[in-house]
């Protein structure tokens, strides 16, 4: 059976760039998961989001090689309607995201369905369960404008997660949030549905960590490592792209200073940490 996305063989330069920011990429991604894509500032993230969900070829901008295909169909053969169904995009910039045509976020959660033309009761289920989801209910008749960041970025998942995909590719959602709204939108996406595959491109360690079971590495245009938090974080290649985790950069001075043991993984995360020390998490 087809993988649910391909990736094969990308090769991809903007018009002008002197070398190519997708180069040869290949990677299979499978029903169900949960992906985090890790690189750098202007390695090509968004450029890879922007394939991965469909976006791109458009017009001038084709790949010199290579095919991105949902379930053995390279997107080229999808239309625009299919594709919104199988796979949603949401990019960094929640008012970026906002489609400028609804009053309310009502009407914006439902501008998707109603472009798929959908019974109105179907249109009216698919919001309702979307603002359950993201917890957007009680802001259901606000101008979508006048939200914050943080909510706008909900509304934003809300819409995509409205159009019944199977695939979410969330490019860097938390990164124009403050600690606070990026700690709630992070808890709202990990309780979305379990069988809806995620694909999060990040620079940042920590919504990685919550958000992902399966981490990438993207370097020099291609995937460079691929395995759990503890093989791809403690790659060399990774903590020099993009440094440890606040708790692994502690634990390593620690190391440093005699006490942890020098053969031992470093921990990534509060937990870890607390779990390889045995210590119990403090209640009350
Ligand atoms: N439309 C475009 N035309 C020309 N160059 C582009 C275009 N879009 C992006 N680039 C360039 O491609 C490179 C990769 O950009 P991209 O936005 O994919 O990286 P990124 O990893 O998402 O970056 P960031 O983390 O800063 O958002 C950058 O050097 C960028 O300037």
């Known amino acids: ?61 084709k790949a010199e090689s290579g095919f991105v295909a949902m379930e053995g169909r390279n997107w080229s053969e999808w239309d625009v309607a299919e594709r919104a169904a199988a796979i949603q995009f949401v990019g960094q910039v929640p008012s970026q995201q906002l489609s400028g045509c609804a009053f309310t976020v009502y009407e914006e959660i439902a501008f998707g369905p109603c472009n798929l033309a959908l019974p109105e009761a179907e249109v009216r289920r698919r919001v309702d369960e979307a603002m359950v989801v993201c917890n957007l209910a009680h802001l259901a008749n606000r101008d979508p404008f006048t939200l914050s960041g943080g909510e706008q970025q909900r509304l934003s998942i809300a819409a995509a997660l409205a159009m019944h995909p199977r695939v979410l590719v969330l490019d860097e959602p938390t990164s124009n949030l403050d600690p606070e709204s990026r700690d709630d939108l992070i808890a709202q996406i990990d309780k979305l549905p379990g069988g809806l595959t995620i694909i999060v491109l990040e620079v940042a360690l920590r919504p990685s960590l919550a958000l992902a079971n399966r981490f990438l590495l993207l370097d020099g245009g291609r995937i460079v490592a691929d395995g759990t938090a503890g093989e791809v974080l403690n790659d060399p290649r990774c903590i020099e792209a993009l440094g440890m985790t606040s708790i692994a950069a502690a634990m390593a001075g620690l190391r440093d200073a005699g006490a942890w043991p020098g053969d031992k993984a470093l921990p990534l995360t509060l937990a870890e940490a607390r779990a390889s020390l045995g210590v119990q998490h403090a209640r009350g």
């Open 1 to 61: 059976m087809a993988p649910l996305i391909e990736v094969h063989d990308l090769r991809f330069r903007y018009p002008l760039a002197k070398a190519p920011i997708l180069d040869g990429l290949s990677l299979v991604i499978g029903e169900g998961e949960r992906v985090a894509i890790l690189a750098p500032n202007a390695a090509g993230k968004t450029t890879l989001a922007r394939w991965l969900a469909g976006h791109l070829p458009d017009g001038a901008l």
